[in-house]
């Protein structure tokens, strides 16, 4: 009798089942072993632990005193050890303005861990229900749920999740500015795109290519509310306080322990990765010419008038935000969470290439693996010590900006996605 091939009888659709039921178990055990080997908040959740903190202090001590470092590290100690330099603990700073720390004092009311869980949900939750609204009210179809299923298993969520971050509310704010553009409500949408300044780095490309196209009432939606953010940060923390979080900006932009540059998905990851090897002038230079030409080619993204309604519009955001994710000074995987809207609209659209879906999806685990298997090498001392998850990741990230940038400014004809989906 001849023996079967596991797998062998699957239909595409049980394919695509196997493939993400793989990938949520992988993301699973990423989560287990660092709870077995860090315990929560070394790694797991450690941004979260910064936003607790926030609301924690702004309910026990007030606002001013959100950014004091010393304070910071007294908190969060007990909770988080495993980052010192020179045997000083580095706390993790937030960096955005006071008012967005107000959601976090609700939570700050409970211990971190069982208020984590409870982020963790919630985000996800949001996330899902989100996706299928946004993109029914811009196509007036349901997307289909393995195209969903998809989206929502890629690294850049799962990353978003095991570190806490915010990035999922981002994704809102950049799918309302959408949404609003498309109902022609332009003051609207710019004010949805004030929200995105909780992580300003994000529009530093968006907000001059609207100024550059006089898109003028997103730009006066933005600029109103950017004032009324502005001045209710500076009731909050006064003068005193916006120079502290300046302080921080500066920090972040310079290198602090908990910034972790050679984990990022933009040119600056490649400058510290390879000073490790080279001369840091030479590495410095790289990463010059590798902004530049990253910055010039996005001059090309949005040549001529576009309807803000329409779908080259959406190719367009998604080529500004991944340029903008290759030149920032400040770029982790789950800051590419925000091309989201764009990327999923266009996905169910049929209107993204296969080999940029693929790679936003399959990319990630294969650049974890091979990490290990480097991993493995040096244990058997046939690879020198490195970062190689770091080195690996990021560099996933930043090919994947490059690519999908350089398929936009091509301007070649959009292809389906053939995601291997059968459509209903």
């Known amino acids: 009798m001849k023996k079967k091939i596991p797998f062998q009888s699957l239909d595409s659709q049980g394919r695509q089942n196997l493939i993400l039921f793989a990938l949520l178990i992988y993301y699973l055990i990423q989560i287990g072993l660092a709870l077995y080997v860090n315990n929560l908040f070394n790694t797991l959740g450690s941004d979260f632990l910064g936003f607790w903190t926030t609301g924690h202090i702004a309910n026990t001590q007030g606002y001013t005193h959100i950014y004091d470092a010393d304070l910071v590290s007294k908190i969060q100690k007990p909770y988080h050890e495993v980052i010192e330099t020179d045997n000083i603990y580095a706390p993790i700073l937030t960096a955005f303005f006071p008012v967005f720390g107000l959601p976090f004092q609700l939570l700050a009311f409970q211990q971190p861990g069982p208020t984590f869980a409870i982020w963790s949900f919630i985000n996800v939750i949001v996330l899902v229900f989100y996706l299928q609204f946004f993109i029914f009210d811009l196509t007036q179809k349901r997307i289909h749920p393995g195209i969903l299923a998809f989206l929502l298993i890629s690294y850049p969520v799962f990353h978003n999740v095991f570190w806490g971050q915010i990035n999922i509310w981002l994704v809102i704010c950049m799918g309302e500015f959408m949404r609003s553009l498309k109902h022609k409500k332009s003051f609207i949408g710019g004010l949805w795109l004030t929200g995105m300044i909780a992580k300003p780095q994000a529009l530093i490309l968006l907000i001059p290519a609207l100024i ?82 990253t910055l010039l080619a996005s001059f090309f993204i949005w040549p001529t008038p576009t309807d803000s309604s329409s779908k080259e519009f959406s190719v367009i955001l998604l080529g500004l935000m991944t340029a903008t994710s290759a030149i920032t000074w400040h770029s982790h995987v789950h800051m590419m969470l925000i091309f989201l809207p764009p990327f999923a609209y266009l996905a169910a659209q049929n209107q993204l290439p296969l080999k940029i879906v693929n790679y936003w999806i399959f990319g990630p685990p294969a650049a974890l693996i091979l990490s290990y298997f480097c991993l493995l090498l040096v244990n058997l001392k046939f690879l020198p010590e490195f970062g190689y998850e770091g080195l690996l990741i990021g560099l996933w990230g930043l090919t994947f900006n490059l690519m999908t940038l350089s398929w936009i400014v091509k301007g070649k004809e959009r292809i389906q996605t053939s995601i291997s989906i059968d459509r209903p």
């Open 212 to 293: 550059l196209k006089r898109y003028w009432k997103e730009v006066a939606g933005f600029m109103t509310g950017s004032l009324i953010i502005l001045a209710i940060s500076f009731v909050m923390v006064g003068t005193q306080g916006l120079r502290e979080l300046l302080n921080v900006w500066l920090g972040f932009a310079s290198g602090i322990p908990t910034n972790a540059p050679e984990h990022m998905v933009n040119w600056r990851m490649v400058m510290v990765q390879l000073s490790t090897i080279a001369n840091p002038n030479f590495s410095l230079i790289i990463a010059i010419i590798g902004i530049a030409i």
